[in-house]
């Protein structure tokens, strides 16, 4: 598995650790095949050009978000449980309101260049929606306000319940965005082979259930033991595949992303199955949309079939996201996020997931 490091993490691991942000830099691949058609699920189908992050949110990235923004975070875009939770993706936050800085001082082992290439958790829609307009307004420094993550791709202006987050939409002159559930499925599992309909049921480019690695820390169906950086079989995702697992295990649980080097979509996005869920725009009821499972689920939530949602305010050990890029000519226009169908969504089994163990 070769490391898919980008752009900030390289300069993130090299550099000394300060309370300065530094700029971001999102790798992102283009969607094309316009006017594809939609899944047998319903999914899919999109009528524009579009370039999507090829990666999740890494911790690094959003430590760099944070640093500023947050020096008060006055909207609680961090969680302690990132540093202190069992699972967390080891963002600290240092200092007092007014003055906080954030690193990865506070990691239980490895060095801060273990950390930064994983997945950021703790996130709720808010938070990513708030990143998003963070980047479309060219990553500035300061209070979060209408200059920095209240405006933007979406106008939030202070919310924060779930009632307020669920009203938000999408502005016509967007830059950067959570990514629309057909955006991202289309990313995921369409075969990248024209406007046609034909998808993969796994976002590794595959209709068999990935691999994973087993509870002897071995990649399944190989008996080679799992070592970032080695070799990817193909079909690799990271999800707990034989329960107990959770991911790769203690203390990192989710791989570096990119891990799964012969694992991604057609289009080359990674880790669109496994690591964290990822927030979307839909509306599912009272809830906005997820997609892909994670380390802490089995194969059953990666599948195309499965569509899930959370409230908005929610920041789980499991829940992460990605973004997506308006391509060169100027944003297309949205449609409204779509609200819940009883297509492909069991409420039933969704709380059976989130109160697992």
């Given at each position: 598995?070769?490391?898919?490091?980008?752009?900030?993490?390289v300069?993130?691991?090299?550099?000394?650790?300060?309370?300065a942000?530094?700029?971001?830099?999102i790798?992102?691949?283009?969607?094309?095949?316009l006017?594809?058609?939609?899944?047998?699920?319903?999914?899919?189908?999109?009528?524009y050009?579009?370039?999507?992050?090829?990666?999740?949110?890494?911790?690094?990235?959003?430590?760099?978000?944070?640093?500023?923004?947050?020096?008060?975070?006055?909207?609680?875009?961090y969680?302690?449980?990132?540093?202190?939770?069992?699972?967390?993706?080891?963002?600290?936050?240092?200092?007092?309101?007014?003055s906080?800085?954030?690193?990865?001082?506070?990691?239980?082992?490895?060095?801060?260049?273990?950390?930064?290439?994983r997945?950021?958790?703790?996130v709720?829609?808010?938070?990513?929606?708030?990143?998003?307009?963070?980047l479309?307004?060219?990553?500035?420094?300061?209070?979060?306000?209408?200059?920095?993550?209240?405006?933007?791709?979406?106008?939030l202006?202070?919310?924060?319940?779930?009632?307020?987050?669920?009203?938000?939409?999408?502005?016509?002159?967007?830059?950067?965005?959570?990514?629309?559930?057909?955006?991202?499925?289309?990313?995921?599992?369409?075969?990248?082979?024209?406007?046609?309909?034909?998808?993969?049921?796994?976002?590794?480019?595959?209709?068999?259930?990935p691999?994973?690695?087993?509870?002897?820390?071995?990649?399944?169906?190989?008996?080679?033991?799992?070592?970032?950086?080695?070799?990817?079989?193909?079909?690799?995702?990271?999800?707990?595949?034989?329960?107990?697992?959770?991911?790769?295990?203690?203390?990192?649980?989710?791989?570096?992303?990119?891990?799964?080097?012969?694992?991604?979509?057609?289009?080359?996005?990674?880790?669109?199955?496994?690591?964290?869920?990822?927030?979307?725009?839909?509306?599912?009821?009272?809830?906005?949309?997820?997609?892909?499972?994670?380390?802490?689920?089995?194969?059953?939530?990666?599948?195309?079939?499965?569509r899930?949602?959370?409230?908005?305010?929610?920041?789980?050990?499991?829940?992460?996201?990605?973004?997506?890029e308006?391509?060169?000519?100027?944003?297309?226009?949205?449609?409204e996020?779509?609200?819940?169908?009883?297509?492909?969504?069991?409420?039933?089994?969704?709380?059976?997931?989130?109160?697992?163990?």
């Open positions: 598995m070769k490391t898919k490091a980008m752009a900030v993490c300069v993130a691991g090299v550099m000394a650790i300060c309370g942000a530094r700029a971001v830099s790798d992102t691949v283009t969607v094309g095949n006017s594809n058609s939609a899944d047998t699920t319903g999914y899919g189908a999109v009528d050009e579009y370039n999507i992050g090829k990666y999740e949110v890494t911790a690094g990235q959003y430590r760099e978000f944070l640093n500023a923004v947050a020096a008060t975070d006055t909207y609680g875009l969680n302690t449980s990132m540093d202190t939770g069992d699972y967390g993706c080891q963002i600290t936050r240092n200092g007092t309101p007014g906080y800085t954030y690193d990865f001082s506070g990691r239980p082992s490895g060095t801060e260049a273990d950390w930064v290439d997945p950021v958790n703790y709720s829609w808010g938070d990513a929606a708030r990143f998003a307009n963070w479309h307004n060219g990553q500035p420094t300061g209070a979060q306000d209408g200059s920095t993550t209240e405006d933007g791709a979406y106008y202006n202070g919310a924060t319940s779930n009632a307020d987050l669920m009203a938000v939409t999408r502005e016509t002159d967007w830059k950067w965005a959570i990514t629309t559930e057909d955006e991202w499925y289309k990313a995921a599992y369409h075969k990248n082979d024209g406007n046609t309909g034909n998808y993969f049921d796994y976002p590794t480019s595959n209709d068999s259930v691999g994973y690695v087993n509870n002897s820390g071995n990649l399944s169906g190989t008996g080679s033991p799992f070592i970032e950086g080695g070799t990817d079989p193909g079909n690799y995702a990271t999800y707990d595949g034989d329960g107990g697992t959770d991911g790769i295990g203690s203390p990192y649980y989710r791989t570096v992303v990119g891990e799964w080097e012969n694992s991604d979509s057609p289009y080359g996005t990674f880790d669109q199955g496994g690591n964290v869920w990822e927030w979307n725009e839909a509306i599912l009821g009272s809830y906005r949309g997820l997609r892909g499972g994670s380390f802490y689920g089995n194969d059953y939530y990666l599948h195309a079939s499965n899930y949602g959370n409230d908005p305010t929610h920041e789980p050990h499991s829940i992460g996201f990605r973004v997506s308006v391509p060169a000519g100027g944003p297309p226009v949205i449609p996020p779509m609200t819940m169908l009883a297509v492909g969504l069991s409420m039933a089994g969704l709380g059976r997931y989130l109160r697992r163990r």
